[in-house]
Nanobody, 112 residues
Framework: EVQLVESGGGLVQAGGSLRLSCAAS????????IGWFRQAPGKEREGVSC????????YYADSVKGRFTISRDNAKNTVYLQMNSLKPEDTAVYYC?????WGQGTQVTVSS
C-alpha cells in the first residue's frame, strides 16, 4: 500500500522558514518523481515543485522560485521542501504526490 505522510507544517511569521517532509512507503521510491502541491482556502490545488527520480532535476512554480528548494533522500524515502522568505500568500495545506497517490496534507500558515 502506497503511503505518503507529510510533516513540518505550522505557523510562522512572514519572512520565516519551514521545512516540510514527505515520508513515502509502499513503492520503489527511487523510481518515481515526487511533487509538492498546495491548496489555499477557496482556491484550486496548484503545483509548487517537483523532483525527478533519475537525475533529481527540479521544477518550481514561478511564485516560489528562489525561495523554496526541493530535495530528496533516497536512503530515507523522503522528499523535503525547504521554504524560506515565507509570505502570507504561501498559507495553504501542502500535499505531496506520487501520481496518482496523495498524502493527507500539512497546514502552513504565514502571518503578516
Amino acid at each position: 500500500e502506497v503511503q505518503l505522510v507529510e510533516s513540518g507544517g505550522g505557523l510562522v511569521q512572514a519572512g520565516g522558514s519551514l521545512r516540510l517532509s514527505c515520508a513515502a512507503s509502499g513503492f520503489t521510491f527511487d523510481d518515481y518523481a515526487i511533487g509538492w502541491f498546495r491548496q489555499a482556502p477557496g482556491k484550486e490545488r496548484e503545483g509548487v515543485s517537483c523532483i525527478s527520480s533519475s537525475d533529481s532535476s527540479t521544477y518550481y512554480a514561478d511564485s516560489v522560485k528562489g525561495r523554496f528548494t526541493i530535495s530528496r533522500d533516497n536512503a530515507k524515502n523522503t522528499v523535503y521542501l525547504q521554504m524560506n522568505s515565507l509570505k502570507p500568500e504561501d498559507t495553504a495545506v501542502y500535499y505531496c504526490r506520487q501520481s496518482p497517490y496523495w498524502g493527507q496534507g500539512t497546514q502552513v500558515t504565514v502571518s503578516s
